[in-house]
């Protein structure tokens, strides 16, 4: 019978003392063992390491790309001045430089220097143009109307 009995006593398990539930339901205690810290540690190192040749390699990307455009707009200005350098050496173009900027002429041509006239001229110039514009036969005011309505319709 002390068998049982002892059996009873292994089996019932003392009861503990309940804690105040206002105080468990306000707080919830999140305990980080070592281990845990130590492993996240690690995985941020980790994550660092590896994203460092990453950066780099979407950096050299970007810059691979912008110069690949600047070699297109390069080749393209090249090519813009290869043909102007083929066009300097052509006879054609040697002839025209040499008639407008230093005023050579063929055999046979006669060369013609216009000089500019002074503001004085000009001014009387001008002034025989007006002259001449209202000096012209004067018009009836039916033909200065009839001239301004044909103006609208295009008659």
Avoid: H
């Amino acid at each position: 019978m002390e068998s049982q009995a002892y059996r009873l006593k292994s089996v019932a398990k003392p009861k503990k003392a309940k804690k105040s539930k206002s105080k468990r339901r306000g707080r919830k205690i999140f305990r980080l063992s070592p281990q845990v810290v130590i492993y996240c540690f690690l995985l941020m190192i980790i994550a660092f390491w590896i994203s460092q040749p990453v950066m780099q390699r979407f950096t050299e990307k970007k810059e691979i790309s912008v110069l690949r455009d600047k070699i297109v707009s390069l080749q393209k200005e090249n090519s813009i001045l290869e043909g102007e350098v083929s066009a300097l050496y052509s006879n054609d173009y040697i002839e025209m430089i040499a008639r407008e900027d230093l005023g050579l002429v063929k055999q046979g041509e006669e060369s013609y220097i216009v000089v500019p006239g002074t503001e004085a001229e000009e001014k009387e110039i001008s002034a025989s143009d007006k002259n001449t514009e209202e000096t012209g036969p004067k018009k009836s005011i039916w033909q200065q109307m009839y001239n301004f309505v044909a103006g609208f319709f295009d008659l």
